[in-house]
């Protein structure tokens, strides 16, 4: 099992740039597909954005194509998100997510992920 913590939310304007970071703990991390959802109020947990363990391998949700990236550093058990030209409907609270069973077509599901960080608030103004 691994431990995730999310920092980096804050409230941005539409057309700025944030990055998002996951700190992981744990033994498994370098083992771990990883991922960024996103929940809205009154919404589901949306994916954003997935890489596989080595990071060869990244997945994004068709709306953030081009604006985000998603990148990872396992010596420091880091998972990264970069957002730019951010647009009010990106406001949500931002979760990390990770799993050592992830396979591509699974790669967007919630529910297949084991550990969840506890979020991290973003808004966007217009």
């Known amino acids: 099992q691994v431990r995730l913590v999310e920092s980096g939310g804050r409230l941005v304007q539409a057309g700025d740039s944030l990055t998002l970071s996951c700190a992981a703990s744990?033994?498994?991390?370098?083992?771990?597909?990883m991922a960024w959802f996103r929940q809205a109020p009154g919404k589901d947990r949306d994916f954003v954005a997935g890489i596989n363990w080595n990071g060869v391998n990244t997945y994004y949700e068709e709306s953030v194509k081009g604006r985000f990236t998603i990148s990872r550093d396992n010596a420091k058990k880091m998972v990264y998100l970069q957002m730019n030209k951010l647009k009010p409907e990106d406001t949500a609270v931002y979760f990390c997510?990770?799993?050592?069973?992830?396979?591509?077509?699974?790669?967007?599901?919630?529910?297949?992920?084991?550990?969840w960080g506890q979020g991290t608030q973003v808004t966007v103004s217009s």
């Open positions: 997510a990770g799993d050592g069973g992830i396979t591509v077509d699974i790669v967007r599901v919630a529910k297949e992920y084991e550990d």
């Open positions: 744990g033994r498994s991390f370098s083992d771990y597909a």
